[in-house]
């Protein structure tokens, strides 16, 4: 296991990179030509400049999070073929340049779904976080409009204006594609990727859906621990492989987020490890990494990524806003930090409490 951290670039983040450095036992960041749009091919010297910089600080990069499937190829429009040829020209340049995974997702329209960005809770932290009753009220196009003043002056990654100026085309696109015809693209996508990942060694890790059902009567397949192993089966290879997101998988309260974990085994490339917290089962807020501060045993989880031998990055994924910082939602340096000290430390005990077995 390496403990990372999700780092946005110069440009657009907040937190340096000699911050990141500072948290003790993180030595990678996971990032992403920001900026850069879905079905456009990376440069090789934009990912050496990126790669560069990085270094120069004492960090190197564990993974690209992400590079966006076009909307075309997730549709499956004719239109598909260019954009996986730039996928595959943009896998391979990553690869040439040392880069050996790549998490996406295939979430139509829009990426993750929050009805507030910075809901207080009761120790005056904000965090984000989501009710079913908000997304029924609400039109999709105005999703945006109605959290972006919380957004901190960020642009929130998969939410760009220009992105939701046109959710009205895009629901269009998906009027005719239901959860079959949406593995149906999956499995054409990835069919055609693999040969990139087998010659480069990359390891695709697809991210759930979040939440971990159907919004707005979207598709929405990367749910549960039956989808995912349908997954991994029709597109047989190691390198089609799965971030785990505790985050998002537990959003559902139906998956048992060790289990699942244990049915991935070997084909779990990446972990996102945070917590929630219910007041219902389509009522849910983030919370602190530890576990008394939500609703899920962090301890089990780390336990089973340790059991079933995850060699991956992990990085503590959105944190709570603290201490005054000023941060693109869930993406401040503070609480993160203390998400991954503790998740270092839970990962410690429990290599030495299991490695004491064994003697
Ligand atoms: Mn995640």
New binding site residues.
């Given amino acids: 296991m390496e403990m990372t951290l999700r780092w946005y670039g110069s440009a657009f983040d907040t937190v340096t990179l000699g911050q990141i450095r500072q948290i003790p036992g993180v030595t990678g960041v996971i990032t992403t030509l920001y900026g850069a749009k879905a079905g456009e091919v990376w440069e090789r010297e934009k990912i050496r400049r990126l790669a560069g910089e990085v270094e120069a600080s004492g960090l190197h990069i564990a993974g690209i999070e992400s590079v966006n499937v076009h909307e075309a190829i997730k549709a499956g429009l004719p239109e598909r073929e260019t954009y996986i040829a730039n996928y595959i020209e943009t896998l391979e340049n990553l690869g040439k340049e040392g880069i050996h995974l790549v998490c996406y997702n295939f979430m139509p329209v829009f990426d993750w779904t929050r009805t507030e960005l910075a809901r207080k809770r009761t120790d005056g932290s904000t965090v984000l976080a989501y009710t079913q009753e908000a997304v029924d009220a609400l039109e999709p196009e105005k999703m945006f409009a109605s959290i972006s003043g919380d957004a901190n002056g960020s642009i929130m990654p998969g939410w760009e204006p220009e992105r939701m100026a046109q959710v009205r085309e895009l629901f269009e696109l998906y009027r005719e594609v239901d959860d079959e015809k949406l593995f149906d693209n999956l499995k054409y996508f990835l069919e055609k990727i693999m040969p990139v990942c087998d010659r480069y060694d990359i390891n695709m890790a697809i991210?759930p859906d979040?939440p971990a059902w159907s919004v707005f009567g979207l598709p929405r397949i990367i749910i549960n621990k039956k989808n995912i192993l349908r997954m991994m089966k029709m597109v047989d290879n190691p390198h089609n492989g799965v971030?785990f997101?505790s985050?998002?998988y537990g959003t559902n309260r139906e998956n048992d987020l060790p289990d699942m974990i244990r049915a991935l085994k070997g084909r779990i490339h990446f972990a996102?490890v945070r917590n929630l917290k219910f007041r219902s089962p389509t009522d849910f807020e983030e919370a602190a990494h530890l576990s008394e501060d939500g609703d899920f045993d962090m301890y089990e989880i780390m336990k089973a990524l340790y059991e079933t031998g995850f060699n991956g990055p992990v990085r503590p994924?959105h944190g709570r806003m603290i201490w005054g910082e000023t941060a693109m939602p869930g993406y401040g340096l503070y609480d993160r930090a203390l998400g991954a000290a503790y998740l270092n430390g839970l990962w410690e005990a429990i290599r030495k409490s299991e490695d004491g077995k064994r003697q």
């Fill in positions: 991210h979040d971030t997101c985050g998002s996102h994924d």
